[in-house]
């Protein structure tokens, strides 16, 4: 069994069975006012894409200037995510003293930027561009400086151009204290929604860079 499939929650061993790409599955009830993020009963299953990055590859970042997971970004969560079974993704995030809401604790805000890009990175599995539509998190237990957040998403359903997907994250380790969750509606969207909107100069440098067009031709590939 490898540890990727470990660290995603598959059957392994006691206790592990009620969870799905080390998301909690079904056995989790949602609580009110989350199942409105549940896939429609007609939505079609994720399918990953035959190019997807393979099982523990890390995914880089889709945009070096990105706050989630820019390396290039002197205020970002640099996030490192990594491609998981199926169409789910595993990251990992580092509380630092910049992220604080309270004292010595990580403001909401933060930890809901790490779960949407968690959930955001679920687009290297299924090759299409999307942007958040709706996010809803919840807050399970305070998060102190220092910590490192385990964080996984899976998709749960394709409509049309919406992605459904959901993710959670927890202290210290895969298999840590659950922390935070989210469910999450994407919107598939074409490359023009970033020339279109964006501003010019960072528009015109990202053009300009040939990373970046690359992993932009990578997300245009599927049909
Ligand atoms: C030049 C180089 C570029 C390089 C690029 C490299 C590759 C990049 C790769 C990947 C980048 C990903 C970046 C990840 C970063 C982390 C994720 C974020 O934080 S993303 C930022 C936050 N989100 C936004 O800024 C969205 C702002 N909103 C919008 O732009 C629009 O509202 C948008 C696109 C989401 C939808 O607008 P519509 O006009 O296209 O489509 P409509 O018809 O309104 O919606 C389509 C369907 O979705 C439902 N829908 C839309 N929003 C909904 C909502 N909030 N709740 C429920 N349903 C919603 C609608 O009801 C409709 O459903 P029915 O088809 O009729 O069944």
Redesign the pocket.
């Known amino acids: 069994m490898p540890r990727c499939a470990r660290r995603h929650g598959l059957p392994v061993g006691k206790g592990s069975r009620d969870k799905v790409c080390g998301v909690s599955a079904a056995t989790t009830p949602p609580s009110p006012g989350r199942q409105g993020l549940a896939p429609p009963p007609d939505a079609a299953a994720p399918v990953r894409h035959p190019d997807a990055p393979a099982p523990g590859e890390p995914l880089g970042s ?2 070096d200037g ?1 706050f ?1 997971c820019g390396t290039g970004q002197p205020h970002g969560l640099h996030m490192a995510i990594t491609a998981g079974e199926g169409v789910c993704v595993t990251a990992e995030f580092t509380v630092r003293p910049e992220h604080q809401g309270a004292p010595g604790l990580a403001h909401g805000g933060v930890l809901a930027a790490a779960l ?2 968690t959930l ?1 990175s679920l ?1 290297w599995m299924l090759r299409v ?6 996010l809803e998190s919840d807050f399970v237990r305070p998060v102190p400086v220092g910590t490192t957040l385990h964080l996984t998403a899976r998709c749960t359903g394709v409509a ?3 992605i459904h997907s959901t993710a959670e994250g927890r202290i210290g380790g895969p298999d840590g204290p659950l922390a935070v969750r989210a469910d999450a ?1 994407f ?1 598939k ?1 074409e ?1 023009d ?3 279109r909107n964006g501003r010019a100069e960072e ?1 015109k440098a ?2 300009a860079d040939p990373d ?1 067009v690359k ?2 031709r990578a ?1 245009e590939v599927n049909p």
Do not use: M, N, P, W
């Open positions: 889709h945009y990105c989630g949407d890009e955001g687009s561009i999307a942007v958040t539509g709706r049309g151009r919406k509606l919107i969207v490359l929604h970033f020339t528009i990202a053009l970046q992993v932009a997300f």
